[in-house]
């Protein structure tokens, strides 16, 4: 009997670990030869600093089309690689959310030393998903003048209701939902692992995510989607990884007497009220 738990918890992993992938970026498209016929065997590789191994790779299908999955937000850079071929690099694509990048290339034939390099805008419309998303960068989370708390986040998304409208000077749990559904239907994630508790619809719980150390929030505001279960937003914060440097940050926030005020007056003291309410 004693094995039982760690069953249920190599179980619970199992379940979630799905949920886990395909909270992340992606990257996708077909590859032809200059003919416009589809190549198979195509090395496709991903490069970023946002990645602790520096590059992931996939190998086109007979179809020609490749995926590379489970990325970092950040910013890319794609090489084609064919034995014949010219090498061709895309640079510049930035991944943020669960964003699907299409980045298509034409290999023609060549020598191998040659390497064609196509600098462009990245690819700013998600063509494989319905998904309706706001993206908001760590950097402008550590400019904003309130505390470090999800709650915080909600008025810069129009399509996310709850939380107060004040600056806040400490963290707290606050529900949130979208309009039109109800105020508690929201969900919060932490790298796409939920953290809800049955407490107040079972989008939030006790525990307050580190928000000042978040590479990105990512708020989905499109309801009805088939990994959640309710249709309001959903809040997911995407911590800090990898990296060669040591960096800190240090948050205070407070207020002085001269701030707060105070309706115990001196008749209220001398009428008996020993401690105000």
Known sequence: MRGVPWVRFVVFV??????????QATI???????????????LVEAASPALIEKVRSAVTDGSGQYRIVDL??????????????????REGIELTGTFTSTVNADLRVG?????????????????????????????????LPTSRSYGALFQLVPAVTGGSRDVLTRPGLVVFGGPGGRGTEGRLQVDGLGVGAPLSGGGVSGYLPDIANAQEVTFTTSGGLGEAEVGGPTMNIVPK???????GTIYAAGVGNALVGSNYTDELRAAGLRTPG
């Open 72 to 89: 970092r937000p950040g910013v890319y850079s794609v090489t084609f690689t064919l034995t014949g071929f010219n090498t061709v690099k």
């Open 14 to 23: 199992l379940a979630f670990a799905p949920a886990l992938a395909h909270a």
């Open 111 to 143: 020598s191998l030393e040659e390497t064609i390099t196509v600098t462009g805008e990245s690819p700013i419309v998600d063509v494989q998903s319905v998904r309706r998303q706001t993206t908001v960068d760590g950097d402008v989370i550590a400019s």
């Open 241 to 247: 990884t990898g990296g060669n440097a040591v960096r």
């Open 28 to 42: 996708t498209g077909l590859v032809k030869d200059s003919s416009g016929a589809v190549l198979p065997g195509v």
